[in-house]
């Protein structure tokens, strides 16, 4: 029987896109090129894990303060704020604020997506942040537009949060403004080139890398006699790969060779470019992850720098800005604010330092205790003073010297 709301159509109901990535992973399809890929088997790849750590692990070890700002337009660490506390030190009680920030960046990278369930304090203020695994959260979307998170269990429970009680970590919006993207999925031809390749690499090395042939004899044999010298053929080379590699052939028997090698396939130049397609993808330097063909030690220092402008300051600011929507209330934006501290990565080497702060401190707008303080050292007394230089002053307070006569 139809019910009034199908009749009068208000009846709504959710769809599911056929190029659903998932979709895919769901009847156990694999596709060819462009189909759906593992994400954890993509991020198996020697060269995905080492993009995946290296950003990872160096977007957790800048420091992520809360800052509180203050009245002449300067900024001061908040660090009588628990939530500085959550970010800096102590995720939750069982997890450093390094290994959250960590998992949290790895899920974002490899699934696109990342959550953590936040937990309030009376006082309306984040005291832990408890990292979720993606596989096991649903995000639906409500009829006001905000999103709900229902959480699967291994056992089979469920749980929903509303948006206030989970922090989101989107790669890329996703067409739905609700999902992020996985990079994965988006370049999934480039992974399902290289895993492919990882295969056969795998196959061939499983077999020694003995190539495979024909047998061929001038003369017809008999099938006894084939299959007997077709099995001794296998005993002597497909048995053990110890084995010597030295056969005496008779009979007037030559041997062709139905597969390319390596060298004449190109397999090991290609294998390369589809590494450094990987490193493409997340924007990570090749010789940030161990790639140093083409690597010198200008280039090197050049690449140490891109890394940290073109692809760990992004995701820094990816981070600090859902982290101020998620993890900070609207009245308590406008005087706090979350943010790394990426000054230390962009420094350079000591002696780099050191000339910037002697510029900064003889051209006046840099102290003594400012320049001890990036570099982790106590405070003195009186290095609070800025210098002037005496040869600058301020426009208009120049006063003419009438000692001397005019013309002079």
């Excluded at 749980?159 to 996985?182: I, K, N, T």
């Excluded at 030690?297 to 992004?314: F, G, H, I, K, T």
Aim: aromatic share 8%; with cysteine; proline share 5%.
């Amino acid at each position: 029987m139809i019910s009034l709301s199908r009749l009068f159509g208000r009846e709504t109901r959710a769809a599911i896109k056929s190029d659903d990535p998932y979709l895919g992973q769901w009847f156990g399809l694999r596709g060819g090129i462009g189909g759906y890929v593992d994400p954890n088997r993509a991020s198996g790849l020697a060269t995905a894990h080492a993009c995946i750590a290296t950003v990872s692990q160096n977007v957790a070890a800048i420091p992520l303060h809360v800052y509180r700002r203050g009245d002449n337009g300067g900024q001061e660490k908040a660090k009588d704020h628990p939530l500085y506390t959550v970010l800096h030190d102590m995720a939750n009680p069982a997890m450093t604020a390094f290994e959250a920030r960590e998992y949290l960046t790895a899920c974002l990278m490899i699934h696109g997506n990342a959550y953590a369930r936040i937990e309030w304090s009376g006082r309306g203020q984040v005291t832990a942040l408890y990292p979720l695994d993606p596989a096991g959260v649903t995000v639906e979307r409500l009829p006001s537009g905000r999103p709900r998170y229902r959480l699967s269990g291994k056992s089979g429970s469920t749980a929903m949060l509303l948006q206030e009680e989970v922090l989101h970590l989107r790669y890329r919006l996703a067409p739905d403004s609700v999902m992020g993207l996985s990079p994965i999925q988006i370049a999934s031809g480039t992974f399902h080139l290289a895993l492919t390749q990882q295969e056969t690499a795998a196959k061939q090395a499983g077999k020694s890398f003995r190539p495979e042939g024909a047998l061929v004899f001038p003369n017809a044999m008999g099938t006894d006699k084939r299959d007997t010298t077709l099995e001794k053929l296998r005993q002597k080379f497909e048995s053990d790969s110890a084995v010597s590699g030295v056969m005496v052939l008779d009979g007037g028997a030559d041997w062709k060779s139905f597969s390319f090698s390596s060298k004449d396939a190109e397999f090991l130049d290609k294998m390369k470019l589809s590494n450094l397609d990987v490193c493409r993808i997340w924007g990570v330097p090749p010789t940030a992850v161990g790639i140093t063909d083409n690597a010198t030690y200008s280039n090197a220092d050049q690449e140490s720098r891109a890394l940290v402008q073109r692809c760990l300051a992004p995701m820094a600011k990816r981070l600090e800005q859902a982290m101020n929507a998620a993890l900070l209330t609207a009245a308590s934006r406008q005087s706090l604010f979350i943010e790394h501290d990426l000054a230390g990565l962009l420094r350079g080497d000591m002696k780099a330092r050191y000339e910037s702060y002697r510029i900064g401190r003889e051209g006046g707008w840099l102290s003594s205790n400012d320049i001890r303080g990036w570099e982790n050292m106590p405070q003195i007394e009186g290095g609070d003073e800025y210098l002037s230089p005496l040869n600058m002053t301020v426009v208009g307070d120049r006063q003419t010297d009438t000692s001397q006569p005019e013309g002079v």
